[in-house]
């Protein structure tokens, strides 16, 4: 995979469906983890990630909550959009991240949305991660 790469956990996909994800209502986290291999069929929520997270100076267990939430419809492309704004997890010296991972903290399991490939070094600066220009998630 190239730095970036990503995918949906299939509990998501299945929890979006029944109703019980609200995106742009409820507590999004970002988490980095290190040393993990995703497994979008058997990995449901946050405790089966939690143990890979990162640690280090100024860094958060838990995650980053991301902000400017929102869910629209681009009816030109006939597209659903979920954008947030992106994460910037400041100061932190916590190595070398092998995944950032979107989970719902306000979901009674913690539910894991998605995950995308990082491979850039901390080196105790800013650590961002930017979204693309189609937002977080795009439904066609």
Same mark, same amino acid.
């Given at each position: 995979m190239a730095q970036g790469d990503g995918a949906l956990y299939n509990e998501f996909k299945k929890e979006l469906l029944a109703g019980t994800i609200d995106l742009d209502g409820h507590t999004l986290k970002m988490i980095l983890v290190t040393g993990y291999t995703p497994n979008i069929d058997s990995h449901n929520g946050y405790a089966n990630v939690s143990a890979y997270e990162v640690s280090g100076t100024n860094y958060?267990?838990?995650?980053?909550?991301?902000?400017?939430? *929102?869910?629209?419809?681009?009816?030109?492309?006939?597209?659903?959009?979920?954008?947030?704004?992106?994460?910037?997890?400041? *100061?932190?010296?916590?190595?070398?991240? *092998?995944?950032?991972?979107?989970?719902?903290?306000?979901?009674a399991s913690d539910v894991l949305i998605a995950y995308w490939e990082v491979t850039t070094p901390t080196n105790g600066g800013n650590y961002t991660l930017q979204f693309g220009a189609g937002g977080v998630v795009t439904l066609a």
């Open positions: 958060s267990a838990g995650g980053a909550s991301l902000g400017s939430l *929102s869910v629209t419809k681009d009816t030109s492309n006939d597209k659903g959009v979920f954008d947030a704004a992106d994460v910037t997890c400041s *100061s932190i010296s916590a190595g070398t991240p *092998s995944h950032a991972i979107l989970y719902d903290d306000s979901h």
